[in-house]
Each structure stands twice: as C-alpha cells, then as structure tokens.
C-alpha cells in the first residue's frame, strides 16, 4: 500500500512476522527501544541545578526565579471592606507584572509592597467602621430598649 503523503509505504509487511518492528525502527517512538523510567523522581528547586550538576551562568537561583507576589488578594479583600483603599492597592498590585516584564525588578517590588500596605490599610480601617458601626447599633438598641422600660407605667 503505498503512502498518500508521499512517505515510506504503511500497511502490514507480507515479510515480516506480526508483531515484530522492521530493522532499524523503534516500537512506537521510543529512543533505543527502552521505555521511560517510571517512579518517583527527585524533586528539584525551582531554578536548582540537579544534585551533582553546577548552576549554569547567568541563570537564577532558588528563590530569585520569578516576578515577586503582587498582592492583589489584599486589594480584593479591601473592595468589600473599605474600598477608597482597595483603588491604589488594585492600581500597584496590576502594575507589578509590567514593571517587571520592562526589567524594572526594583520598582516591581516596591509596587507589591506598596499594593500590600494599602490593601492592609483598606482591610482594618474597613473592618474598624464596620465594628464601630455595629457597636453604634447596639447602643441606639440598648438604650431604646432601655427607655421604653423605663417609660412603662404600671
């Protein structure tokens, strides 16, 4: 049978037994006719050289692979809280990635710490007036209660 895409025939081999590979071909792909290992394998760093190997030059270490955190949970949690906060926490928090995609590590580390510092503002001013803002009710309820009482005349 011969091969549309212009490649060697395909089809079964008259020639050759079944189940038997030709001379010089693999079994479904596999390099040298050996299957992958299977198991565990060791685990490694991100950015770590595997044990016995060095690091090559110019490739980051554990620990500094990455673009830092941007902290943009703290903006979200502020939204609901406190929200004039959760602005300038969002704005920072987005501009993290850009900052650091542009080569400016220094200046996308500081716009994560700043998003955390302003998110972390939102979240406890927020969570502040709204505890102040029940214990008000409270009072007000107390006190009316209270009142009416007092106000009973038997």
């Known amino acids: 049978m011969t091969n549309p895409y212009g490649g060697p025939p395909s089809g079964p081999n008259p020639q050759q037994p079944h189940g038997q590979q030709?001379?010089?071909?693999?079994?479904?792909?596999?390099?040298?006719?050996?299957?992958?290992?299977?198991?565990?394998?060791?685990?490694?760093p991100y950015?770590?050289?595997?044990?016995?190997?060095?690091?090559?030059?110019?490739?980051p270490g554990y620990g500094a692979g990455g673009p830092p955190n941007n902290n943009i949970g703290?903006?979200?949690?502020s939204i609901f809280l406190c929200?004039?906060?959760a602005i300038p926490s969002l704005i920072k928090a987005t501009s993290v990635?850009?900052?650091?995609q542009s080569g400016q590590a220094q200046q996308a580390q500081e716009a994560a710490d700043e998003a955390k510092k302003w998110g972390k503002i939102g979240i406890i001013a927020g969570a502040s007036l709204w505890a102040a803002l029940?214990?008000?009710?409270?009072?007000?309820?107390?006190?009316?209660?209270?009142?009416?009482?007092s106000s009973s005349s038997y």
């Open 134 to 149: 029940i214990l008000f009710y409270i009072i007000i309820f107390v006190v009316i209660i209270g009142a009416g009482a």
């Open 74 to 77: 703290w903006g979200i949690g």
């Open 47 to 59: 950015g770590q050289a595997p044990y016995g190997q060095q690091q090559p030059y110019g490739q």
């Open 22 to 44: 030709p001379y010089g071909q693999q079994p479904y792909g596999q390099p040298g006719g050996q299957y992958p290992q299977s198991g565990p394998q060791p685990a490694q």
């Open 83 to 85: 929200w004039p906060f």
């Open 97 to 100: 990635q850009q900052l650091w």
